[in-house]
């Protein structure tokens, strides 16, 4: 009882020189009652109710009276997004919060809840029930920016990650896509915001692709190795890992197999998050390699000793990787001509293990003999170990 009439004693004398809404009031007195803030709690302690209204709520401005409003404008603007959860965050003016601090201070008014998360937690509970959706504040589909500097409502969507495999059965396709020459791969008007302007490589297939299934802004690819243009990609496919930027659509459930112009998908599926670290994975490749002179007979036979030893890289950082081959079969074709099938750790450049470079042991050295790579494709591709892929 006596907080009861302390905190009607509080609210007269704020609102002798103050105008305030139910809402602030509410807000200012329910840590005091140990009560929930609301419109109501603050109407039954408001004095000026039954009298004529008063000036504009000296803290919020009447912010409170327009949220029906502001949650019309996150429906409308959150129309083609496909969602369950949301988090709503908001940028007042400073002058709302001063006046709030300023209030709390001059009439001593502890704890309570801020103006700023009072606004939130009601245009979430509005928008919840308009929408039947729910508030996540830990992992949201989507996050609403509402400014109420400017009247402006924006939309972040979580960005989603996608695993697959894919195969490559006609040549002259590159794996990664040129960038707009224009924007140089940031986006612009010229590449329609996509950061390319053609599609005409696996990276740009699998991006249309996506970009269209997602209705997404752009997307990007994490490749397990890299091939050539010329090279052809059979087997079980060359796996990937696949960031989606700004998608409108969340759940998608693709077929088995997935043909594309001169590539094919697989196994293509939505996981919660991509490997933070390198994938280590092996390839069984088939490499044609020319001679400048004719191969000798018993240096070929000596080139099974490769498996013995690691295969050094040098890079220009001065840093050593060290490699290993499982198995290296040959078949001459003729005395120029060698068809090389190779197990071997990902991440060995093929043209350089074959002509003469900065990887050790290589074949023009082993062979005492120039050698060049003429194609080379992979026949298999394997991840070692367990990769993220739920």
């Not at 949301?86 to 400073?94: A, S």
């Not at 293509?268 to 991509?274: D, G, K, N």
């Not at 690691?310 to 079969?329: A, F, H, M």
């Not at 197990?343 to 450049?349: R, Y």
């Amino acid at each position: 009882m006596k907080d009861i009439e302390s905190t009607q004693i509080l609210v007269n004398t704020i609102l002798k020189n103050y105008s305030l809404c139910n809402y602030c009031i509410g807000r200012l007195i329910s840590k005091k009652l140990s009560l929930k803030p609301s419109n109501s709690l603050g109407k039954k302690f408001n004095s000026n109710t039954k009298k004529i209204p008063l000036k504009k709520c000296f803290i919020c401005k009447n912010i409170f009276e327009t949220l029906n409003q502001v949650v019309e404008h996150m429906i409308e603007n959150s129309s083609s997004y496909k969602f369950s959860t949301f988090l709503v965050g908001i940028t007042l003016k400073p002058s709302v919060t001063d006046n709030d601090d300023f209030i709390k201070s001059k009439f001593r008014i502890r704890g309570g809840i801020n103006i700023k998360t009072q606004i939130n937690y009601e245009l979430g509970k509005k928008f919840a029930r308009r929408t039947k959706t729910k508030t996540d504040i830990e992992i949201p589909d989507i996050t609403f920016k509402i400014n109420f500097k400017d009247d402006s409502c924006r939309i972040q969507s979580r960005s989603l990650f996608a695993y697959g495999r894919y195969t490559k059965n006609r040549r002259n396709i590159p794996q990664k896509q040129t960038s707009c020459k224009n924007c140089q791969g940031k986006g612009c008007v010229t590449c329609n915001f996509h950061w390319a302007r053609k599609f005409n490589s696996v990276e740009g297939q699998i991006t249309k692709f996506l970009n269209t299934k997602y209705n997404s802004k752009r997307v990007k690819i994490n490749w397990i190795g890299g091939e050539d243009k010329s090279s052809l990609i059979s087997g079980n496919g060359r796996p990937f890992f696949v960031k989606i930027f700004e998608p409108h659509i969340r759940k998608l459930r693709f077929k088995k197999k997935i043909s594309l112009d001169g590539i094919e998908l697989y196994d293509l599926r939505q996981i919660q998050a991509q490997p933070k670290d390198s994938v280590p994975f092996r390839s069984s490749v088939s490499i044609l390699v020319k001679s400048e002179n004719p191969f000798d007979d018993n240096l070929l036979k000596k080139l099974h000793l490769i498996k013995k030893n690691p295969l050094l890289i040098y890079n220009r950082r001065e840093k050593t990787i060290e490699k290993s081959i499982y198995d290296l079969r040959y078949k001459k074709s003729d005395p120029n001509s060698l068809k090389i099938f190779i197990l071997l750790d990902g991440g060995v450049p093929i043209k350089s293990f074959v002509e003469k470079s900065s990887v050790k042991p290589n074949l023009s050295e082993l062979l005492e003999n120039k050698c060049t790579c003429i194609q080379f494709d992979f026949k298999q591709i394997d991840v070692m170990g367990k990769t993220n892929k739920n």
